[in-house]
């Protein structure tokens, strides 16, 4: 994996794991990733790591309490033996949480009343009524210019300061991570396989069609695993790559794959 070391602060390394719980697109289904939680902590084993691919907000009405569930499945596993290094258990930033970070900086867009429209149809919309917001506001907002955005934006991120853990979750989030020996890639949805993976941002989030045509190891990673297929093909194992995601917040199951270091898959649970 090329780069530099500023490339790497952007990713999140699961540098001491053995194996590597990869939990699919939540989008707000606090309920079920509570029923994965639990069996994830019924078949934890020392040497195990987490990573979120994304997606934990979004669609679903529970955005508050399904990050609340997050911190506190965090810090149950970071108390378990051996000693852990914080990244270990990784969360990524996901198209939910992208579009929710530059939903707070729309006061810098030339056409707000557009983009506002674009994420509203790709369920922003929870995630904004859980922090007290509304479209209309919002959209009153835009009307008025910059300076009402700036201050609607200043508002909503006082809101989410108010949820203990809440603003230091958005800001840890990673664009993708690997683990130690650089042999499993995580992504939330997307990778443009002709370029370097660490010279990639919204391909993460945005390039699903380029995830699709991984079809040997890229870049020295033996296995490309992401959690969010926004054509809802469901779980799908390729020569290189795996879809975990079961459309969780849309109807479907939300699955939690256990990956060893070569990419095999050791256990996988359902909610």
């Known amino acids: 994996m090329d780069g530099s070391a500023g490339d790497f602060q952007k990713f999140g390394v699961l540098r001491s794991v053995e194996r590597v719980w990869a939990i699919a697109a939540v989008r707000g289904d606090v309920d079920k990733l509570t029923t994965v939680h639990q069996q994830i902590a019924d078949a934890f084993q020392p040497g195990d790591g987490v990573v979120y691919l994304g997606d934990i907000i979004g669609f679903g009405d529970n955005v508050t309490a399904t990050i609340d569930e997050v911190l506190r499945f965090r810090c149950a596993v970071m108390a378990l033996p051996p000693l852990r ?7 990524l930033r996901g198209r939910q949480e992208e579009m929710w970070r530059k939903l ?6 030339p056409n707000p009343g557009e983009v506002i429209d674009w994420m509203s149809e790709r369920g922003v919309d929870p995630t904004l009524r859980a922090y007290g917001g509304s479209l209309d506001q919002l959209r009153q907002a835009a009307r008025e210019g910059p300076v009402a ?12 300061a108010s949820y203990p853990g809440h603003s230091a979750f ?16 995580f992504v939330n949805c997307g990778l443009d396989p002709d370029r370097p993976v660490t010279s990639q941002s919204d391909s993460f989030w945005w390039d699903a069609r380029g995830f699709q045509r991984i079809t040997a190891p890229i870049g020295g990673f033996h296995r490309v695993v992401r959690g ?38 050791a256990d996988v649970v359902t909610a």
Do not use: M
């Open 228 to 265: 969010s297929d926004p054509e809802r093909g469901g779980w799908h194992e390729g020569p290189a790559t795996l879809t975990v995601d079961g459309g969780c917040g849309l109807g479907g199951a939300l699955h939690a794959a256990c990956l060893t270091a070569t990419g095999e898959i």
């Open 104 to 109: 707070l900086q729309l006061q810098f867009a």
């Open 170 to 185: 958005y800001a840890c989030l990673r664009r993708a991570a690997h683990n130690g020996d650089h042999s499993l890639l």
């Open 85 to 91: 290094f914080a990244d270990d258990f990784v969360v």
């Open 149 to 160: 955005l700036a201050r609607w934006s200043q508002n909503i991120k006082q809101q989410i």
